[in-house]
């Protein structure tokens, strides 16, 4: 026994890292996944032009459309 532990915040605590540790697990295994999905040949791939700007609204989105199909 610890002394000067009580007994109900130390379920609670550890009540509280397990979960954590529970959803570490989960974030974990979402992201291998993603990874893996990541890692293979996509079918169709483009290539984008550069801008001197950043595309930040519908106009800079048009551009970017008429830059590419035509």
């Not at 000067?4 to 009540?15: G, P, Y």
């Not at 999905?37 to 970017?64: E, K, M, N, S």
Request: aromatic share 8%; glycine share 8%.
């Amino acid at each position: 026994a610890v002394p000067d532990v009580d007994a109900a915040d130390a379920a609670r605590v550890l009540h509280t890292v397990g979960e954590s540790f529970l959803n570490y697990q989960v974030v974990a295994k979402r992201e291998a996944e993603q990874r893996a999905g990541l890692a293979q040949a996509p079918d169709v791939v483009a290539a984008v032009p550069y801008f001197d700007a950043d595309i930040r609204d519908l106009g800079g989105l048009l551009a970017l459309g008429d830059r590419i199909w035509r």
